[in-house]
């Protein structure tokens, strides 16, 4: 079986969730799949092993869990992006549009340094608004992102387009037609 042979088996759809006419790309199925998590992360992290990523940046939830399987592959460190008011300490954040409004995300102060090189990562790319704003507070703090890594692409909804506008490498696994 090819990689995206298997992680496309291993991702439950949930269709009409979380509203009518939105198929739920699920990867909680892979993360319990032994073997398809492995070759997921294993293949994240492939091209950057051996090229001094000081930091992985896993945007809150599901990036947390892939984001700290990388960095232990590269050892690296891991910084969690994550929404605003759940971080103890002095924190950046960026306010960001969503489908329904606006949210904010933040990051502690201190967690990069300039000249940092970072590998951004969550589950999935749609629209890009969570994406584009982790990458933008990531360069705030004077970071250079090496890549932003994906397990899946919705390729229509264009976050991959607008990453790659800001000259950020995007890197993903499987794509979806559709939403």
Not at 63 to 72: E, K
Not at 140 to 161: K, M, N, S, T, Y
């Amino acid at each position: 079986m090819t990689l995206q042979e298997e992680l496309i088996a291993a991702i439950r759809n949930i269709p009409d969730y979380p509203k009518p006419g939105i198929m739920f790309r699920d990867i909680t199925t892979l993360l319990g799949n032994p073997r398809a998590f492995r070759r997921a992360v294993d293949e994240l992290v492939h091209p950057y092993a051996g090229t001094g990523i000081a930091q992985v940046v896993g945007i809150e939830a599901r990036g947390f869990i892939l984001g700290g399987a990388m960095a232990h592959q590269l050892s690296s460190g891991f910084i969690p992006i994550r929404k605003k008011g759940k971080l103890p300490r002095e924190t950046v954040s960026i306010a960001y549009s969503l489908e329904y409004g606006v949210d904010e995300m933040e990051v502690h102060k201190d967690a990069l340094k300039p000249g940092d090189k970072v590998i951004l990562v969550d589950d999935l790319i749609a629209t890009g608004g969570t994406a584009v704003a982790a990458a933008n507070l990531i360069r705030q703090l004077g970071a250079d992102i090496a890549a932003a890594c994906f397990v899946i692409d919705l390729p229509e909804l264009g976050g991959r387009a607008k990453l790659e506008a800001l000259g950020v490498e995007v890197r993903t696994l499987v794509s979806y037609e559709g939403h």
